[in-house]
């Protein structure tokens, strides 16, 4: 199986930064797309950002500009630079990866369990 474990959640006030992170561990051959999706109450899951094995990345129109995803392929990381937060921005965020058990394999996506992101005064 492939765990993924974010962390860097937390409380910032307007215009403030956080960083998430999300490592990917347990059994697999590869992992392609990685990303970040959000939640909030009353809504559908919605994307932020994702970013190939080879670096090309895709964003939320809310969010370019201000949010930057980047990989360590060598640690199975994925980042989520977020800065100049807004209160729009509060979300439970998961991070989610596409990953090949075997080689053989089609890849299947897996989900980290949520961090909170909270933008308030």
């Known amino acids: 199986q492939v765990q993924l474990v974010e962390s860097g959640g937390g409380l910032v006030q307007p215009g403030g930064s956080l960083r998430l992170s999300c490592a990917a561990s347990?059994?697999?051959?590869?992992?392609?797309?990685m990303g970040w999706y959000r939640h909030t109450p009353g809504k559908q899951r919605e994307l932020v950002a994702t970013?190939?094995?080879?670096?090309?990345?895709n964003y939320a129109d809310s969010v370019k500009g201000r949010f930057t995803i980047s990989r360590d392929n060598a640690k199975n990381t994925v980042y989520l630079q977020m800065n100049s937060l807004e209160p729009e921005d509060t979300a439970v965020y998961y991070c989610?990866?596409?990953?090949?058990?075997?080689?053989?394999?089609?890849?299947?996506?897996?989900w980290g369990q949520g961090t909170q992101v909270t933008v308030s005064s």
């Open positions: 989610n990866a596409d990953a090949r058990r075997f080689y053989y394999t089609k890849p299947a996506a897996y």
């Open positions: 970013i190939t094995s080879g670096g090309i990345t």
């Open positions: 347990g059994s697999f051959f590869s992992i392609q797309d």
